[in-house]
């Protein structure tokens, strides 16, 4: 039995959405500055601006295994949300090569959308109050929930277990980072780039734990099993994809995108795919 496949029937990892597809976001605020009323702010269209460019340029993770991962010797970005993002680019211009990949952490991602450096944002990114002030979100396309990883033979089982001074690594612009502050805050929080320098401090002896979404830990477990996800998740983390404010069109060819995807069938190869069982309908 895979551990992924362990911990989700343990009821201790991500379960679903999937079906259903939560609507989140997808708000149609343009914003006039000052609340006067003048004439509206010109929406946003980028799905025309792809159109026009016949690419969707897109901001994904490079270094998180399953979700965007690049083989150093290959050069290829791979993973399940590189997967969803090739399934836009294909039902926006009838090819899902008409893609350029562009590596976000989750510190640069926002800015990166702000500034017109990318047009979406498909990077293991949560569905928050507070982000939905700065983008739109598409609908929930992975369920995930935080929890920490430890190495094998840790004295910490569980997030009770976070005495005060325990060293947490995280990311920089991570919600792992704010929860695990609210959630435990005795500990030491160290903050990275990235998800690869975060393990490899782990693996260096630079802290007891790191923190993030389980399907993430999962992805370095499988890197390493010298690491182990102990304990239940203690957040639930939505991803969506992340747009610019005021997008609408944008975010319904992305919604029409994820449900045709599960109506067909696709949703499930490529969750299967990377996480190594079907999704919990
Ligand atoms: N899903 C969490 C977030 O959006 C953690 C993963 C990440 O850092 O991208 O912050």
């Known amino acids: 039995m895979s551990f992924w496949k362990k911990f989700t029937q343990a009821g201790l990892a991500l379960s679903l959405v999937a079906v259903g597809l939560v609507g989140c976001g997808g708000g149609k605020e343009t914003s006039s500055a000052g609340g006067e009323s003048k004439a509206p702010a010109a929406a946003v269209k980028t799905l025309d601006e792809i159109k ?3 690419k969707f ?8 295994n399953l979700f965007g991962l690049k083989d150093p010797g290959t050069g290829k970005v791979e993973g399940f949300d590189i997967d969803i993002s090739k399934a836009i680019a294909k039902k926006i211009l009838g090819d899902e090569n008409k893609i350029e990949l562009k ?3 989750s510190k640069t991602r926002i800015p990166m ?13 949560t569905i928050t109050e507070a982000r939905k002030k700065e983008v739109d979100f598409s609908d929930v396309y992975f369920k995930a929930g935080q929890s920490l990883l430890v190495k094998k033979g840790s004295p910490i089982k569980s997030i009770a277990d976070i005495k005060p001074g325990t060293k947490v690594l995280g990311v920089k612009g991570s919600t792992s980072v704010k929860n695990i502050r609210e959630k435990a805050p005795n500990a030491s929080v160290l903050e990275f780039e990235n998800y690869s320098e975060a393990f490899s401090a782990l693996k260096a002896g630079q802290g007891e734990a790191l923190t993030t979404d389980n399907a993430i830990l999962y992805g370095m477990m499988k890197q390493d099993p010298n690491y182990e996800m102990v304990g239940n998740n203690f957040t ?17 060819t992305v919604n029409d995108t994820l ?21 919990k309908e």
Do not use: Q
Not at 57 to 64: E, F, L, N, S
Not at 259 to 273: M, P, R, T, V
């Open 236 to 252: 639930d983390e939505p991803y969506g994809i992340a747009v610019r404010k005021g997008d609408t069109d944008f975010v319904k």
């Open 57 to 64: 340029v897109v901001g994904v993770k490079y270094d998180t």
């Open 52 to 54: 026009k460019r016949d």
């Open 113 to 125: 959308l702000k500034n017109g450096d990318i047009d979406a944002i498909v990077a293991t990114m």
């Open 103 to 105: 590596e976000v952490t």
């Open 259 to 279: 449900k045709e995807l599960k109506d067909s069938g696709e949703y499930a190869k490529i969750y299967e795919k990377w996480l190594g069982e079907k999704p």
